[in-house]
Structures are given as C-alpha cells and as structure tokens.
C-alpha cells in the first residue's frame, strides 16, 4: 500500500501505523510510549503528526492507502512539544538533569530544556528487588513496561495505579516488587524511557539507552540455557555493568531471563579459581601453570603406559564453545589414542539424539523455532519452558494467548500447564504409556494424514497392531490420565493444521527414554507434521547452552565431529586424512561407563571439563569412588565444585564472558560467542588449556584458534563445511547443516526426503514398560527432580549472584495430604532417604505435585540430591532415571 509522508511516496505493508510510514520515508519523529516489541498505547502525543487533515498519534494510528501524512509542520511540533512539556513538568528536575535517557532524549529533540521539570517529587522508592529498582518519582506512566510484562513476557506482574498525573506503575500484587509475581526477565528496565525502572550496582539508575550508547559493548550469545538469547553486554573498566537483550536476537527479539540478563556477578565472585591447584600430601595447592601442566603430562603418559590409551577418558563440556569440544575430542583421538570422550548430553537429551536420529536421521530438532508463530497447537510434554527456557515458554505462552490451543503432559502443574486446554499428568514414567494412547486415539479416529503415511513413513502396520493394546481405558489404568481427558487431547492434536511437539527432559530423562522420544515422534508422522511444513514437527528444548554443539563436535564416545560413527571406516578415514593419524575404531566408553571403569581399577585418568559430576551425576556417593579409585582426576573449572575439591590437578577456566567462539543452540544454530571482559588472574579458556596439555605432551594440535578449529572441523564434517566465524560475524546466526558457504543453512529439516537409510520417517512400536524405579512401603512417595527459574544446573554460577536471594534453597514440594500424613509444616527441614542415599531439605507444600509425588531441584549440591537418585538409566543411551526415584521422608528434627 502506498502512502506520502511529507510529499516522499512510501510501499508500507497492509496494518501498518503511520510511524511505520514516516519511519520507512525517514522522517525523525519523536516517540516516549512506543516500543516495537509491543503493541501501541498512544497515551504520550510525543508521535502526533497531521494525517489527511487531522491530528493523529503515528504510533496507534493506521495508515490507509493513499495517505498523505505531515510530520514536520510547525504546527504538530509544537503540539508534540506541549504534550510532552507537560508529561515532564510533573517530574523532579533529575528527571531531566542528566542526558541519559529516551526521555531526555526526546525533551531534547524537541526544544524542551532542562528547567521543563520541576515536580516535586516524593512518591518515594521501592528498592526490595535485587535486580529492579523503581523509582516513582520518574514514572511517566507511560506503560511499556506493564505491556512488555505481559505482552513479551506473559507474566502480568505489573499495572498502573492512581489516577491523572498521580499514576504509577506497580506492581500488581500491591506489596513490594520483591513480592509481587516479577521473574525478573528485565523487560521494564530494559524498555523504562525515564530511568523509574532501573537495575542497581554497578550501573545504578541508568536506563538502558544509556548503558547501550555509553560505555563498550559486545555483542555475545548466553552462556545458560540452550535457547540462545543474543545479549550486548556493556563493560566499563574491564568489569560488567549491565547485560541487555539484543533486539535483533533471531530467538529472543529482545528479550532474556533472569539468568542471561542478570546472573553475571559470578565473574567477580572472590571463590572464582585464579591459580591453578595441584594436590600435595593430601591438599590442593596453588602452583604455576608450567607445573599443573608437567603434572598432568607425566599423569597422561603413566596412564597409557600402564593401561594404554582407552586408560584415559574426558568428560568434555555443554557449556564450552564448539572449538572447545573439537578440540577436546581431538586431543583424546589423536594425542591420546581412545574414543573415550563424552559429554552431558548423556545425562539429558541422548535420547533425543538416539530417538530422534532412528524416526527421522538426524540427531536434531526438526524445525526452526520461528515455525511457533505459525503453529495452532502446542503438545508440550515434560518440558516447564517457563522456568527451564524462559524466553521460549514466553514466546509459546504469547501464542496461545492469541489463539493457539496448548496441551501440556507434565505430572506437575507448573509454567504453561496453567494456562493448557487439556493438562495430562501422567504418572512419572509412563510417556510411552500415553503416546500411545494419544496414537491409538488419532488412529481410530481417522486422525492421521494417510497420504504422508503412505508415501514418507514406514511401521504402520506394526504400529497399529500394538496400538490395539492401548486403548483409552487401559492407558487410564497404566498412566493415571482420565481417558476423557487423553481423547480430548488427542483430538485437539489430530485436528490442528499446523501441530507443533516441544518436549523436554520429563521425556528422555527415564529407563525407556529413547522409546519415549520414538513414541512421540510417532504422533507426528501419524500426523504428517514433520517434513512438511505443515506444522512445527518434534522439538527437544535441549538444555545447556551447547549442549548441541558438543555432541556436534563429536565429544561423544561413538561418532566424530558431524556425527559420523567412529566404527564407519568412511567417517574414520575423513577425519585420519584432516587429522594425519589414525582414529581408533572401536567406540569409547560413555559417562557411567567411564566411572565403572574407575572404581574397576581399569581408567588411570579422568579429565572432567566444566561438568560437576560429584554433583550432578545420578547416585553421587559411587561417583566420588570412582574419583577417588581412579590415580589421575583433571578438572578445568570456574569454581572449586564437588568435583574439583576430588582433583588432583584443578586448571581455573575462563567463562563465557571471557572467551571466544561459537555456541549451538537447541534449534541447531550456530552463533559467535565474544569475549566482553578477561578472565581473572591466571584463568584460562578450556581452548588454550587443552592446547597447553597437548603441547606438554609433545604434541601441537593444529588449528590455534578457534575460528581456525571450526574451519577445520567443517573439512572433516560436511555439514558444517559453509559455517566460519567471519560468516557468522556477518550473517548473524547459522543452522546446521550449512555444506556451502554461500547457501544459507536448513532449518527445517526433511523437506525433501528424511535422512534415514531407505528415505523414510520410521514409526516405532515398543511397548510400554514400566519405570525402574517403583513405590513400596519403605519407600511411598516418586521423587521427580528437575529446575527452577533463578538457579542453573550445579548453581555453581548462579547461586555466587543475586539470584541467591531469589532463591536461597532447594525445596522440596510435597502435596498437602501428604505433608499431613508425614506430620510436615511448611519450611520444616526434612531428611529425605532413598535406596542409595540421604539428603536434606526444606518443606514446600504445594498442590502443583500430585498426592504421592515430590518434587525438588538439584541446585545447591550441599543438600545432596543426586545421592538419592539410582543408577537406573535409559536402555539405549545410558541417560539417568533422573526423574523417578522412590523415597521416603521424614521431619529433621533435633534431638531435644
Ligand atoms: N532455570 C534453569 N534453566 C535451565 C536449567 C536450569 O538448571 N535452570 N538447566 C538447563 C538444562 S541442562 C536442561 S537439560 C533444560 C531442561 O529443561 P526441562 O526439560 O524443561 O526441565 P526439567 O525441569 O528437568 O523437566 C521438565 C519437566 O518434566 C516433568 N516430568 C517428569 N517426569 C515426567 C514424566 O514421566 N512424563 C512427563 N510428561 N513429564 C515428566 C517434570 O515435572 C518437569 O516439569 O533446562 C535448561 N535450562
Ligand atoms: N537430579 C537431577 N540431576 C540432574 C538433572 C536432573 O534433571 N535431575 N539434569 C541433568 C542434566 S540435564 C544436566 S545437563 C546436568 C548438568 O550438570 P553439570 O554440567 O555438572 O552442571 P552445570 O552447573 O551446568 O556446570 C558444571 C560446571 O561447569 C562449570 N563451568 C561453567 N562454564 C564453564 C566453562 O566455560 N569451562 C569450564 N571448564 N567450566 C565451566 C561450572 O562452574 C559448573 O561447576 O545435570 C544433570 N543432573
Ligand atoms: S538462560 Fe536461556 S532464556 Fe535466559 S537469557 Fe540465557 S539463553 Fe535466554
Ligand atoms: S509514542 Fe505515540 S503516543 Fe506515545
Ligand atoms: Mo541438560
């Protein structure tokens, strides 16, 4: 459509406002309430332009085709002038004493001098959130900040009260910001024109605009969770002092979480490991990098020596950079000689790589996560995106607020299950039960594309036969879903046009995993929504930051970089010929079997990169034996972890923020991760420490940085052959695979034909088996574990920043029938025992877990969770039974 803005023709799209218009004619016009990333207010008037003979506000106002729009008369400058003369006047003079805000900004562009502000102030302060300070005085009540927490975060924490000049952003609970329902996603600091909303510390009181104008920034992709928020972090001095969500970010679109956006103070915290240590007597003990380096090269030797190579294994790392994890993998295959090389992908979406890769071919996700704002029905299964990949439980949740229909499967009602159509809560560990059921429901009801069936899928007949087993009823008995409830969501799902499967730990995390992650991939071949483009297919939110990319890497025991099999002579003598020696053939030992071997007497040397597996491996009292059985234990890490204080030679890492590279995130893109500050002391990154124990061994890796380590990768990996870091500075983010340089990379997967053997998606018929874990009398209650909100993983990070405050301790959520029959109170310390170990806890009463169920996090490992759980882990990929453990609990109390 065509419009004139100040005699200039513009092509604007249908819908577009006049702001739209002016903006695409490159006219300056001034905006206070106004934010692209949410809808219009038109409350300032600092937007007024003339339009067809009237006054309008550009921001709400559309334009219609043909047009003619003034924005520079004399006559609407001045009444922008006055509307926002006006809105100042209420405020103190701070408001407009220092140049740092949009606000101030604005008053400039439009003549408004400083002395425009002489409110008097007083509505005071409210200072009770660690991250969110507000200050009332400077409101304008503009409401960007109420939209951006509920239109980009979905939280609606926050309102405006009062009335004319006295309105007042606040939160909605009534009481203080630290109260209130606020998840601290930063959205009202980040989009606050005034500075009302601000974050403390370093940059105290400065509003976003500022920070990003002001001081250094760096474009960077965060170091938490896998969904890959793009952030500028600003630096001044060398130190942090504010990290802002990139609005050009493909995922994020200028947003983040509390993690990303906030949990930085870690970098500073005094713990962080400057020297490297080396045990002596019994003790570790700081020394110079040349003799940790020495005392690990004469370790490595005697291990093969005695042992020979499979003697050694790593444990590479999900939160390091691809180059990292290449290069780890090529240390341990070509200096050391072994595939015994893993990383945390085992404890967490194994399945999914070994699911996915069986129904589909490849080990990925199947789409783009942009295909969401297309879908019209979410199943979001074992997965709580709200907590665990905040940005992406927001996104998901804004869609079904505009009319996409949600089934969530989760035996807990948290995050999106409050808002579902149908909410499954299945018992923990019967997914495979319920897909089932679901499949069975659509197969019945002639609910599958049989034209796909026909054409693209294999396994129907099988499929169906065993499908016979689970009808509604019987899948009721086995899971604990009413079967009303299963057809309505089965309908639901079969009925979409464009279905979309999210899934998260609460599938893979089991005995049967694998066969989880294949039974819900089956209902989205019987729905033809994989492939097609007729829907978002089936999509793990995989969960560390590069968890992804490590396995991509080949930091897994069976496959190289690009996943070739290490018993594949192909792949093998692709990677002999880049790498000049040969790669041994037989595949590698995986975690758990890494510590059997330890506690065997058979693996001399462990180096364990960024994992806490003393932490966060399942049944943790026979992992430190395993450390303490095995002669020679490395870890590079930020802090002095479980594992590390069971080192014989700790190395201190750099973190994300310190260092160079490249990320994949769980929709398989590529992105640059940039240093924004050094790391302290002595730390180094993982890149240079693998590179300085190599060299202590004699050996010169090759590719000495990282942008040289991903080219090298992309020679022995063809799909990741078009991907460079100078491609990427330029081009943003990059899916895999990308075989050409000059060809953007396939996010969505399988259009063509699936990357199985005969072309096909194979559909899988196992049955369903029951967990490993069960209830007894001795032990009643299923402890499920998984994550919440301000704590990552270990905590290791998060818990040394402010985040402590918001959450100072794992909790354990128990039903209130069963707090009665335990005789529990709320807060009350509990000893929690299961049949491998003992841990402790405070009481949460909570009825988002059912009677019979508990629920708590793994996050500060002094409460020792992962004592409790067992080492049951999936059949085909060894990945822990995290989620069902039977326990028991009783009150911690005193002896008197
Ligand atoms: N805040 C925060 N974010 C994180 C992390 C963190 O520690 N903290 N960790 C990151 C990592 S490493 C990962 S892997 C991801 C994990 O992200 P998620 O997979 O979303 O995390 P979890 O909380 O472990 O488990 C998800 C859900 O599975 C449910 N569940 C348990 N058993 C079953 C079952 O049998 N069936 C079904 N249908 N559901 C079940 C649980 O109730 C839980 O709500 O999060 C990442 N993001
Ligand atoms: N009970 C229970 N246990 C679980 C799970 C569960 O759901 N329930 N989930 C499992 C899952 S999915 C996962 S992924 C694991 C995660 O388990 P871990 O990987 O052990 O946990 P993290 O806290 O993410 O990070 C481990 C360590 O890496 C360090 N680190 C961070 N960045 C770097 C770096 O760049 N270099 C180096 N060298 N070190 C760094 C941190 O300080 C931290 O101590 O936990 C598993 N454990
Ligand atoms: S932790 Fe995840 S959702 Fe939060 S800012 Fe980082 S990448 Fe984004
Ligand atoms: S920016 Fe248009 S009315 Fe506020
Ligand atoms: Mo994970």
């Excluded at 507000?134 to 900040?145: F, K, P, Q, S, V």
């Excluded at 609460?506 to 829907?535: F, P, S």
């Excluded at 940085?705 to 983010?733: K, M, N, Q, Y």
């Excluded at 399988?750 to 209830?775: I, M, N, V």
Aim: charged share 20%; proline share 7%; net charge negative.
């Amino acid at each position: 459509m065509r419009v004139e803005v100040d005699g200039i023709g513009v092509e604007v799209p249908e819908g577009a406002s006049l702001l739209t218009a002016a903006r695409a004619a490159g006219a300056e016009l001034p905006t206070l309430c106004h934010d692209d990333r949410i809808g219009p207010a038109g409350s300032c008037r600092a937007c007024l332009v003339w339009a067809d003979g009237s006054i309008a506000a550009a921001c709400v106002a559309p334009a219609v085709a043909g047009a003619r729009i003034e924005t520079a008369t004399d006559h609407v400058r001045e009444l922008r002038r006055d509307a926002v003369e006006l809105i100042a006047s209420a405020l103190p003079p701070r408001a407009l004493a220092a140049d740092d805000s949009e606000l101030a900004e604005v008053c400039r562009s439009l003549g408004i001098g400083p002395g425009a502000a002489r409110g008097a102030g007083g509505r005071g302060e409210d200072t009770s959130h660690p991250y969110v300070h507000l200050d009332r005085d400077l409101c304008i009540a503009c409401g960007r900040c109420v939209r951006m927490c509920s239109e980009v975060q979905g939280t609606f924490a926050l309102t405006l009260v009062g009335r004319g000049a006295d309105t007042v952003v606040a939160p909605g609970t009534g009481g203080p910001w630290a109260e209130s329902d606020c998840v601290a996603c930063g959205g009202c600091v980040d989009t606050c024109p005034t500075g009302a909303i601000t974050e403390p510390g370093p940059g105290s009181g400065l509003t976003s605009a500022h920070h990003a104008a002001a001081a250094r920034t760096t474009r960077t992709t965060c170091g938490y969770c896998a969904v890959g928020c793009s952030l500028d972090v600003v630096t001044q001095d060398g130190d942090v002092t504010a990290v802002l969500p990139a609005r050009d970010g493909p995922v994020n679109r200028g947003h983040a979480c509390v993690k990303g956006r906030f949990a930085h103070g870690f970098l500073t915290s005094p713990e962080r490991l400057t020297r490297p240590l080396l045990r002596r007597d019994g003790r570790l003990e700081p020394v110079g990098w040349d003799e940790a380096l020495s005392r690990i090269a004469e370790g490595l030797g005697q291990a093969v020596a005695a042992g020979g190579p499979d003697a050694v294994a790593a444990i590479s790392s999900a939160r390091a950079t691809n180059e990292e994890n290449y290069l780890v993998q090529k240390f341990l295959r070509t200096v050391i000689g072994t595939n015994n090389v893993d990383n945390c992908s085992r404890l967490c979406h194994a399945p999914s790589a070994a699911g996915l890769t069986a129904s589909f071919g490849l080990a990925g996700g199947t789409d783009s996560f942009d295909d969401v704002e297309r879908a019209d029905c979410f199943l979001v299964v074992g997965a709580n995106p709200v907590e665990a990949h905040p940005v992406v439980g927001a996104r998901l949740l804004q869609r079904t607020l505009r009319g996409a229909r949600l089934l969530v499967a989760d035996p807990r009602t948290v995050g999106l299950a409050t808002d579902a159509d149908v909410h499954l809560r299945p018992r923990p560990g019967t997914n495979v039960a319920l897909f089932h059921g679901l499949a069975h429901v659509l197969l019945t009801e002639g609910l599958v594309d049989e034209d796909f069936l026909r054409e693209r899928a294999a396994g129907l007949p099988e499929l169906t036969e065993l499908l016979a087993d689970y009808p509604p009823d019987r899948v009721a008995d086995l899971t604990g879903v009413p079967a009303p409830d299963l057809i309505a969501a089965a309908r639901l799902y079969g009925r979409a046009e464009r279905p979309a499967i999210v899934y998260g730990l609460g599938v893979t995390e089991h005995l049967h995993g694998t066969d989880g992650v294949r039974a819900l991939a089956n209902l989205a071949i019987l729905r033809g929504a994989v492939g097609t483009g007729r829907g978002y297919g089936v999509n793990p939110l995989r969960g560390q930051n590069n968890v992804q990319g490590a396995s991509d890497m080949g930091a897994l025991p069976d496959t190289l970089p690009g996943y070739g099999k290490v018993t594949d002579p192909v792949a093998r003598s692709r990677a002999e010929e880049v790498w000049e020696v040969r790669v041994p053939a037989g595949p590698g030992l995986r975690i758990p079997q890494m510590f059997a071997a330890a506690r065997a007497g058979d693996l001399r040397a462990l180096w364990v990169i960024g994992e806490d597996v003393c932490a966060t491996d399942p049944d943790t009292n026979r992992v430190a034996d395993a450390l303490r059985a095995c002669p020679l234990v490395i870890c590079n890490e930020l802090f002095l972890s479980e594992t590390a204080r069971h080192a014989d030679v700790v190395l201190p890492a750099a973190s994300w923020l310190e260092k160079d590279g490249t990320f994949v995130n769980f929709d398989r893109r590529f992105q640059r991760v940039r240093a924004a500050v050094a790391p302290p002391g002595e730390a180094r990154t993982d890149f240079e420490a693998v590179h300085a124990v190599a060299a202590a061994m004699g050996v010169d890796l090759g590719c000495p940085t990282p942008s040289a380590a991903l080219d090298e990768c992309g020679r022995l990996a063809p799909v990741f052959a078009g991907l460079s870091h100078e491609r990427l500075d330029r081009e943003g983010a990059i899916p895999w695979p990308c075989p050409d340089a000059d060809r953007p990379g396939e996010a969505t997967l399988y259009t063509g034909r699936f990357a199985t053997a005969d072309g096909r998606a194979h559909l899988a018929s196992c049955p369903y088996l029951p967990p490993g874990e069960q209830a007894d009398d001795d032990y009643p209650l299923i402890m499920v574990t998984g994550r919440r909100l301000a704590h990552y993983n270990t905590g290791s990070m998060t818990r040394r920043t402010a985040n402590l405050l918001l959450e100072s301790t794992d909790w354990l959520d128990l039903h209130p029938d069963d707090a009665d029959r335990y005789g529990l109170r709320e807060g009350e310390p509990v000893t929690v025992e299961s049949r491998h170990g003992e841990a402790r806890l405070l009481t949460r009463i909570s009825r988002a877990v059912s009677p019979g169920q508990v629920f708590c996090a793994f996050h500060f490992p002094a409460s020792g969770v992962n004592r409790l759980t067992s080492d049951h882990a999936d059949t085909v990929t060894s990945c822990p039974e995290y989620k069902v453990t039977a326990v028991r609990v009783t009150p911690l109390r005193h002896p008197a």
